[in-house]
């Protein structure tokens, strides 16, 4: 796994040579010879440096010491951090600066004659070294000491390393070169979702990180190794259009037909921690999409049958992979339980074995190897390379002469497994590639090569079968966050069908989640064993939100048209219009619900209990929905017993209920009449309409009786005045 420059862990920075003191000068490492016989010189080249303004080069020399060889692989790891355990076989006077020649390539030049074995020294060179050797006999590690320091009556502060002649003379028997696999990971970290939802891929610097890689890779073509390249890299490259050079250059890379590739997981994954932690599904979903998406590079040779762990593999693990037909891994050596292995490191082939007997073909990553390469971050790229190829060497000349138990020669062979978040310098790749492609006493080899050339149980003093040491379980996971967010994943996914859009959708949230079990997350380059504990949970249980963000992101494309819906009768059909904004359809459950309102069996809906508790009714609707279109409109019958605003839930579910896709509640505005205040009303009114005709025809017969009457006065009456006046005289 790519990250951006940093200072390594603190175990690393033990083993980096650095100046005595802060603020002086820096002596660094620019170029060496990878290997030399007696009768040739050790040519070095070196850059002077200053932290502090007032120091020059012309006041400064250099003293170059060469040590006994090394004969144990503690003595040489005690070497990288400058202390030298063995006796000086030759020692220069203090070289100045100015005299030193300037190569091509800028720096200085310093070179070491070396004889040994009856084979006398070259001249030319500003030291010589006679190696206490007979004939044949010279080859091996040599520590060599360089120092900077001020010139004779100076004072001030020195600086020094400890790099390595390599004498690559041949031993006594001429055996097989040391076979040496290295699975060097071209990987980008797994992209993960913000708080917001949005997916953050790996950043420029890591790309550009990638790509440095790669040109490196590129310049050695003829070097076989083993290349591992995770699912989600693949997937980030492809998704980026600006990022289509970088694609070129992996896929120029993993089509090396001295290369292999291994197809592994979609992220790197604690494959134990998820078995024991009740994932055993997701670990089968990352080697199924990693070795899915790996396949699209077309490599020339894809390896799907070996898994390089991180941590223990215990039996229920072992036998899960199995079944993913591997049947080769790479384990820590902190993985497999502890054996004797003779004199030297336990390196050969062995059966892992489970629980119920048999198990995979197995090797160790060879630690020292490990920190080794741990130790290049934030130091000298060119003096870390060699240290490693001086390590490999020492490892063949440890035990040169491996042979069975009949005395016939064993080929023999190691591996370096590269921790996934490795910080890989481009200068650092090419110095170790230029080594391995003309070393004659080690042999750069690919890993199922070297499982197949390397024989099981042969070696005296090697196991041929080893146990896994105790599983640490789940770890640090973040279990219970896991599960609930896969749960809701898969719900969902249930809920869309299998079209363009939507399986895309689905498979983003689904690899955005195996991201978050990664044991690599964020930017940070330390070894993957350090990012572990409370720091690797925070980080993952962050990663676990944001997949939470990103599939309630999806979810807020789906609304209720409006809030408030009028019903005009006592019962009637009601629209209830569910929008969908997003680009993919979707199916699921409608539940209509409310304590005030009583629903009727609707065409596509089926009206489910508890009952109304007075009337009887049903109090919430059930109806199957697929939302195809931007508007989506299911016709819900309602009834009511009186007027007034009544609240109703709506409700969308997945189909199989483990996911509510949508939750509100829309407000019911009944202005309905019910049958009996009807029927007062109208009775109301005819008593109304009878008092008023009632009413109306007495005053009418009062009206006709009072004509009469005033007929009958107005008869009694004379008719005229003047008659009635003479008639009475």
Excluded at 92 to 103: D, E, N, Q, V
Excluded at 428 to 455: D, E, K, N, R, W
Excluded at 624 to 644: E, F
Aim: with cysteine; aromatic share 4%.
């Amino acid at each position: 796994m790519l990250s951006p420059a940093a200072p390594g862990s603190a175990g690393a920075a033990s083993r980096r040579a650095t100046p005595s003191t802060a603020g002086g000068p820096v002596l660094q490492l620019l170029s060496q010879s990878d290997w030399v016989a007696p009768g040739q010189r050790f040519d070095l080249r070196l850059a002077v440096g200053s932290r502090a303004p007032d120091t020059r080069s012309s006041t400064e020399g250099v003293v170059v010491t060469v040590y006994d060889r090394i004969i144990t692989r503690s003595a040489f790891t005690l070497t990288l951090s400058g202390t030298v355990p063995t006796g000086v076989l030759a020692r220069s006077r203090l070289l100045p600066l100015s005299s030193l020649p300037t190569p091509s390539g800028g720096g200085s030049a310093v070179s070491v004659s070396v004889a040994g074995g009856g084979v006398p020294a070259p001249s030319g060179g500003n030291l010589t070294v006679q190696l206490p050797c007979g004939a044949g006999a010279s080859g091996g590690v040599y520590p060599v000491r360089v120092q900077l320091g001020p010139l004779v009556g100076r004072a001030g502060p020195t600086a020094s390393f400890v790099t390595h002649l390599v004498v690559s003379a041949a031993h006594k028997q001429v055996t097989d070169p040391l076979r040496f696999a290295w699975v060097v990971p071209a990987d980008l970290p797994p992209p993960t979702a913000t708080a917001d939802g949005t997916t953050r891929s790996a950043g420029t610097g890591t790309r550009a990180g990638l790509q440095g890689l790669l040109t490196a890779l590129a310049g050695y073509p003829s070097v076989p190794l083993t290349v591992s390249v995770d699912g989600a890299t693949v997937e980030q490259l492809t998704g980026l259009p600006h990022d289509q050079h970088l694609l070129s250059s992996l896929r120029a890379t993993v089509a090396d037909p001295s290369r292999e590739t291994l197809g592994q997981s979609y992220a790197p994954v604690a494959a134990s921690a998820l078995v024991a932690g009740g994932l055993s599904q997701d670990l089968v979903s990352q080697l199924q999409q990693g070795r899915h998406l790996v396949s699209q590079l077309q490599p020339a040779h894809l390896g799907t049958s070996t898994w390089v762990a991180t941590d223990t593999l215990d039996s229920p693990t072992l036998s899960l992979l199995g079944r993913q037909q591997v049947d080769h891994v790479v384990v820590p050596a902190a993985a497999v339980a502890p054996a004797r292995c003779g004199t030297g490191d336990c390196v050969e082939p062995f059966t892992l074995e489970q629980d119920s007997g048999g198990g995979p073909l197995a090797m160790l990553s060879d630690p020292g190897l490990t920190a080794d390469l741990l130790a290049a971050a934030g130091g000298d790229p060119v003096l870390a390379a060699h240290r490693l190829l001086a390590d490999l060497s020492f490892l063949y000349y440890e035990s040169p002469n491996t042979a069975d138990a009949q005395g016939t020669p064993l080929p023999r062979g190691v591996v370096l497994a590269t921790p996934p978040n490795w910080h890989p310098d481009p200068t650092f790749v090419s110095t170790v590639l230029q080594g391995l492609s003309t070393s004659p006493i080690l042999s750069p080899v690919t890993l199922s090569t070297l499982f197949a050339t390397l024989p099981v149980g042969k070696v005296p003093g090697q196991p041929a079968q080893r146990r896994p040491a105790a599983s640490p379980g789940p770890g640090v996971l973040p279990l219970r966050q896991l599960r609930r967010a896969q749960g809701a994943v898969d719900a969902f996914a249930a809920a869309v069908p299998a079209t363009g859009a939507g399986v895309a959708t689905t498979q983003h949230l689904s690899d955005l989640l195996l991201g978050a079990e990664s044991v690599v997350l964020g930017t940070r380059p330390a070894p993957v064993l350090a990012e572990t504990g409370a720091t690797l949970r925070r980080r993952q249980q962050t990663a676990v939100a944001g997949v939470v963000a990103a599939l309630d992101t999806q979810l807020r494309h789906l609304s209720v048209a409006g809030d408030t819906i009028r019903l005009t009768a006592q019962s009637g059909t009601v629209p209830v219009t569910v929008l969908r904004t997003g680009s993919y359809p979707i199916d699921g459950t409608l539940v209509v619900s409310s304590d005030k309102l009583v629903f009727g069996t609707t065409p596509g809906c089926t009206p489910t209990r508890p009952t109304h508790p007075s009337t009887g009714g049903l109090t919430e609707v059930v109806c199957q929905v697929s939302l195809t279109k931007t508007s989506n409109v299911v016709n819900v019958l309602m009834r009511t017993r009186a007027s007034g605003d009544f609240r109703v839930t709506v409700r969308l579910t997945t189909p199989d209920g483990r996911l509510v896709l949508l939750d509100t509640h829309l407000t019911v505005h009944a202005m309905s009449i019910s049958a009996v205040a009807l029927a007062l009303s109208i009775g109301a009114l005819l008593i109304l309409l009878s008092w008023w005709g009632r009413t109306l025809w007495r005053g009418r017969r009062r009206g006709v009786h009072s004509r009469g009457a005033r007929r009958d006065v107005a008869a009694s009456r004379p008719a005229d005045p003047a008659v009635a006046q003479g008639s009475s005289r």
